[in-house]
């Protein structure tokens, strides 16, 4: 995708958030992939967290970084799967106001190429909460460099053309 040098890089302020019962700072691969490309690429990543599959536990986590000024961007990885412990989508309808459908089918078309039809057990999605963009991520270190390589990197950076995310944010709150 075109990015345009004579425009202005603009860094993204980033939360991120492991959703995991099972994982530790220790062992967060996931989430250190993440941190590790938002950084490389200028973004500013403000807080990490790890947070157990409870809904109330993801949506008090989610709550606070949309409610800090600071944050623009959340991104998520874990619990977007099938299995009765994954609710990350069900959260994220909890807390957003408009869907970002095009997300999840452009990362389900990528995803393909890299694990077949293994794809159509994602539910990654994402969404706008109150001026926040929150993308939610599967939690395995493949599809987290699947989902900023193939969409974030391009979509995060105010100089893709011919539009980015970026340059909504200040559009985001409108009614």
Not at 42 to 55: A, K, P, S, T
Not at 60 to 67: E, K, N, P, T
Not at 120 to 135: H, L, M
């Amino acid at each position: 995708m075109p990015i345009d040098e004579t425009r202005e890089f603009r860094p993204v302020r980033i939360a991120i958030l492991t959703v995991s019962d099972t994982r530790t700072a220790e062992d967060d691969t996931s989430g250190d992939a993440l941190e590790e490309r938002a950084k490389a690429a200028g973004h500013i990543v403000l807080e990490r967290h790890i947070v157990r599959d409870d809904m109330s536990d993801i949506v008090a986590r989610l709550h606070a970084s949309i409610d800090d000024p600071q944050v623009d961007v959340v991104i998520t990885t874990g619990g977007t799967g099938l299995t009765g412990r994954d609710i990350m989508p069900e959260a994220l309808e909890r807390v957003q106001d408009k869907p970002i459908p095009g997300f999840g089918e452009l990362f389900r078309w990528l995803s393909f190429q890299t694990i077949g039809t293994s794809t159509v057990q994602s539910r990654a999605c994402a969404c706008v909460a109150r001026g926040t963009y929150i993308f939610a991520l599967p939690g395995s270190t493949g599809a987290v460099k699947d989902g900023w390589d193939g969409i974030l990197a391009s979509q995060l950076d105010s100089r893709h053309r011919p539009c980015n995310f970026v340059e909504l944010m200040p559009r985001l709150g409108e009614s």
